[in-house]
Each structure stands twice: as structure tokens, then as C-alpha cells.
T-cell receptor, first 114, second 115 residues
Framework: NAGVMQNPRHLVRRRGQEARLRCSPMKGHSHVYWYRQLPEEGLKFMVYLQKENIIDESGMPKERFSAEFPKEGPSILRIQQVVRGDSAAYFC????????????FGQGTRLTVV | AQSVTQLDSQVPVFEEAPVELRCNYSSSVSVYLFWYVQYPNQGLQLLLKYLSGSTLVKGINGFEAEFNKSQTSFHLRKPSVHISDTAEYFCAVSDRGQAGTALIFGKGTTLSVSS
């Protein structure tokens, strides 16, 4: 049973480019969370999605960031016109359902903006 | 709103010594409590969780934690650490009353075990 799969593991983008981060949840999981980890910081919640629905995006920056979780395929976190401050590790976690209390994390995507 | 404070950013210990990683939380509602471990360049792995019942919770790799409601603490302990326990440890909470709410994390404690 494969765990939460994130790709790419490492991503380098120049300022102004777009970054696309992908997350495939565990088999049977329909809820996905995205978190961002800045250096020397804990993980900060960004967005919570179900298939085809954004449930809570209270942690997402208002501009340049968007997320989706289509009916088919992985969840995508998209960052447009990246800036140096977007450099961080981005983690995805999945759960089977809303009431589940254990989230399973992927290995993360480390984004470096140069 | 909830917040989590991990009181020590770094904890150096010698192999086979006991260790305690401290975690305090603040919340106006009842919460679930978690400890996660992150090895270098890896994702987070659940060590243990407190949902209800006994306040002493046992997890993987010989770790345990005790929920203290009056002190709003959830300290992590291990009686004898190994070199392989060197990692970043995160305490987290979530709102018990709202299913599906995200985890709120502390800033982490780096545990360094040396021989």
C-alpha cells in the first residue's frame, strides 16, 4: 500500500516562474491537506481539499497561490510568479475522511527559488 | 484558536540517557494532541496521539507522552534514547469539536543523540 506520494521531491524555479507541486494521497483517502514549512519553523496549514472541493483555504496567501484536487488525478498546489520568500518545503497529508484523526504525510517537495 | 509552544528548540543527549521534549498548548476548545517525528529530508511520521481515555499514551519506538489538562501540556518522553532517535520532533493539536480541521504545529525540537 503506497503512502502519500509527492513529486517532485526537489524543484528549482527562477523568480517569476510558476511552480506546480503534486500530491497523490494514500489509496482510499479522499481528503488532502497542504502545509508549508519554512526554515526553523513548524508546519503551517495552507489548504484543505476534498475531491473537487476546497473545504478550507484560510492558510493560503491571497495572491499567486491556488490548489485543486480533481476527481481524477493528484492534488496540485500551484504557485504563480514565484519569489524568493516562497522557498520552503511543502508537505501534503491525507486522511480517509473528515472524521479521521490520523493524517499521513508525504515526503515533501523542497522548492528553491533562485 | 489554538497555539502550540515547544519549549526547547534543541535537546542534546547522550545515547541511553532519558529524554523529555516539552510541549504546551493553548486552546479555548477541547483538542486532540499529537507528536510527529521528522527525519532529515523526510516527511512526518506519527509517533503517538491522545484522543481520549488514559492520559498516558504509548507510541512507536519506545516513546510515550502524558496529557496534563490542568497544565495544558503533552510532554514526550523516552527512558533510553538511541542514536537513531536523532530527528526533529513536532507537537501538534487539532480541534476536537470540528472534524477535519487542520493540525496546528509547534516550531519543533531538534533531538541530537550522541555516543
Amino acid at each position: 500500500n503506497a503512502g502519500v506520494m509527492q513529486n517532485p521531491r526537489h524543484l528549482v524555479r527562477r523568480r517569476g516562474q510558476e511552480a506546480r507541486l503534486r500530491c497523490s494521497p494514500m489509496k482510499g483517502h479522499s481528503h488532502v491537506y497542504w502545509y508549508r514549512q519554512l526554515p526553523e519553523e513548524g508546519l503551517k496549514f495552507m489548504v484543505y481539499l476534498q475531491k473537487e472541493n476546497i473545504i478550507d483555504e484560510s492558510g493560503m496567501p491571497k495572491e499567486r497561490f491556488s490548489a485543486e484536487f480533481p476527481k481524477e488525478g493528484p492534488s496540485i498546489l500551484r504557485i504563480q510568479q514565484v519569489v524568493r520568500g516562497d522557498s520552503a518545503a511543502y508537505f501534503c497529508a491525507s486522511t480517509p475522511g473528515q472524521g479521521n484523526t490520523e493524517a499521513f504525510f508525504g515526503q515533501g517537495t523542497r522548492l528553491t527559488v533562485v | 484558536a489554538q497555539s502550540v509552544t515547544q519549549l526547547d528548540s534543541q535537546v542534546p543527549v547522550f545515547e541511553e540517557a532519558p529524554v523529555e521534549l516539552r510541549c504546551n498548548y493553548s486552546s479555548s476548545v477541547s483538542v486532540y494532541l499529537f507528536w510527529y517525528v521528522q527525519y532529515p529530508n523526510q516527511g512526518l511520521q506519527l509517533l503517538l496521539k491522545y484522543l481520549s481515555g488514559s492520559t498516558l499514551v504509548k507510541g512507536i519506538n519506545g516513546f510515550e507522552a502524558e496529557f496534563n489538562k490542568s497544565q495544558t501540556s503533552f510532554h514526550l518522553r523516552k527512558p533510553s534514547v538511541h542514536i537513531s532517535d536523532t530527528a526533529e520532533y513536532f507537537c501538534a493539536v487539532s480541534d476536537r469539536g470540528q472534524a477535519g480541521t487542520a493540525l496546528i504545529f509547534g516550531k519543533g525540537t531538534t533531538l541530537s543523540v550522541s555516543s
